[in-house]
């Protein structure tokens, strides 16, 4: 079956860009998606980017794709404490209707 | 919109009890899914339903879990009985499908069985 892999943790200093790695093992994928957890929330669509695409800016959010090696990444430039969070990759090669989830990555961005 | 319900927050039972989770998702969507999360399995799909049927029970783990969606406001998901490792965090998200969003996601209700 489909499998999407993160690293689990993530450590910056504020006003540093952080990158978040994903790989997915999905050929079909059709769609990939960033989302963020904060404490005790559900999830939030930070973004999102269609396989035929390479890149996506999103004001301080970048979104790399390299369909070939079949990884994703997500930049976010001056990082700021409020970014704490844990960021989940996601593919679906069904439009909006499944998605499959990596595990996370923790964000914890230090003053 | 005030966004996905979810029912309660906070859920704590003991081994054997049955659970009901309840959601209410965001009006005039018309696909709805229960996930579950934990530390070791990280976010799994237990079920989704459209216009209130079940599509995907797949990811259900036992028949001690069981989901309704009786009508197009209101879903539950019952686990009866319960076990300590069904101890999680059960998400609710809903869609419009066809639209250029995406799924919106309850707040979740976080389950300890003792």
């Known amino acids: 079956g489909e499998d999407v892999e993160q690293s689990l943790f993530l450590s910056v200093r504020e006003g540093d860009s952080s990158v978040i790695n994903c790989t997915y093992t999905?050929?079909?994928?059709?769609?990939l998606y960033w989302y963020k957890q904060e404490p005790g929330a559900g999830l939030q669509l930070l973004t999102y980017?269609?396989?035929?695409?390479d890149m996506k800016q999103d004001q301080r959010l970048t979104v790399l794709l390299n369909k070939k090696d079949k990884h994703l990444s997500l930049r976010i430039a001056d990082t700021q404490t409020g970014d704490s969070a844990i960021y989940f990759c996601?593919?679906?090669?069904?439009?909006?209707?499944?998605?499959?989830f990596g595990k996370g990555t923790m964000l914890l961005v230090s003053p | 919109d005030a966004g996905v319900i979810q029912s309660p927050r906070h859920e704590v039972t003991e081994m054997g009890q049955e659970v009901t989770l309840r959601c209410k998702p965001i009006?005039?969507?018309?696909?709805l899914f229960w996930y579950r999360q934990t530390m070791m399995r990280g976010l799994e799909l237990l079920i989704y339903f459209n216009n209130n049927v079940p599509i995907d029970d797949s990811g259900m783990p036992e028949d001690r879990f069981s989901a309704k969606m009786p009508n197009a406001s209101f879903s539950t998901l019952k686990i009866q009985p319960s076990e300590p490792r069904d101890s999680a965090v059960y998400f609710c998200?809903?869609?419009?499908?066809?639209?250029?969003?995406?799924?919106?996601f309850g707040p979740g209700t976080r389950l300890t069985v003792l």
């Open positions: 980017i269609f396989s035929n695409m």
């Open positions: 009006s005039g969507h018309d696909y």
């Open positions: 996601a593919e679906s090669d069904s439009g909006y209707s499944t998605l499959t």
């Open positions: 999905d050929s079909s994928s059709t769609y």
């Open positions: 998200a809903s869609i419009l499908w066809g639209s250029t969003d995406t799924q919106y």
